[in-house]
């Protein structure tokens, strides 16, 4: 069974990058079948997408984040990783990552997130 | 991008009760190719992963208890606990991956009356 976990450092000061990686064990992170995504929930507010990783198509961030985010993906140690520079108070979240499902034909389909980490708080702070 | 608007923002049911949760979204997410809606729901729990409860509207994931359904399609949805358990006290949030970015209602919180 897949099982996902977020680490990183929990207090980033304000402008610095913050840095997470997520490790994916019982399942490849390599196959065809899925991709990637790291979401955020601010404190009180609800969830965001931050973007993803698909093994034969690279990244795709959410436009709100596209210019401070760089997600990238580790084969050898079966993690995945988020970048986010430029940091500010309004980044402080418990930020996940999760598994999603794909189908490819002509295209690559996206689907839904099935197996997530349990998350990881990251605090904004001087 | 899609916005999805959850409704109402908290409920508190009674054990055994039914509760029921809407989610709205500001266009249809209808996936052409194989008829079906681009919808999930998930359960969220302090200290636990997100749980996925339901995929494309009304598939209910493995392992999800049968109290939990879900109906709807184009842009009107339903989560329905049949008969609330104390353990499903949570917040409860629709996504919609019809298109890009993935966006999330603001939540449904689930209470014991």
């Known amino acids: 069974q897949v099982q996902l976990q977020e680490s990183g450092p929990g207090l980033v000061k304000p402008s610095q990058t913050l840095s997470l990686t997520c490790s994916v064990s019982?399942?490849?992170?390599?196959?065809?079948?899925?991709?990637w995504n790291w979401i955020r929930q601010p404190a009180g507010k609800g969830l965001e997408w931050i973007g993803r990783f698909y093994i034969s198509r690279g990244a795709y961030y959410n436009p709100s984040l596209k210019s401070r985010v760089t997600i990238s993906v580790d084969t050898s140690k079966s993690q995945f990783s988020l970048k986010l520079n430029s940091v500010t108070a309004a980044d402080a979240a418990v930020y996940y990552c999760?598994?999603?499902?794909?189908?490819?034909?002509?295209?690559?389909?996206?689907?839904?997130?099935?197996?997530w980490g349990k998350g990881t708080t990251v605090t904004v702070s001087s | 991008d899609i916005v999805m608007t959850q409704s109402p923002d908290s409920l508190a049911v009674s054990l055994g009760e039914r509760a029921t949760i809407n989610c709205r979204s500001s266009q249809s997410v209808l996936y052409i190719p194989n008829n079906k809606n681009s919808l999930a729901w998930y359960q969220l729990k302090p200290g636990q992963p997100p749980k996925l409860l339901i995929y494309w509207s009304s598939i209910r994931e493995s392992g999800v208890p049968d109290r939990f359904s879900g109906s709807g399609s184009g842009t009107d949805f339903t989560l329905t606990i049949s008969s609330l358990q104390a353990e499903d006290v949570a917040v409860y949030y629709c996504q919609q991956y019809y298109s890009t970015p993935w966006t999330f209602g603001q939540g449904t919180k689930v209470e014991i009356k």
């Open positions: 019982g399942g490849s992170i390599s196959s065809g079948s899925y991709y």
């Open positions: 999760a598994r999603g499902l794909t189908e490819t034909t002509t295209l690559v389909h996206y689907y839904y997130m099935d197996v």
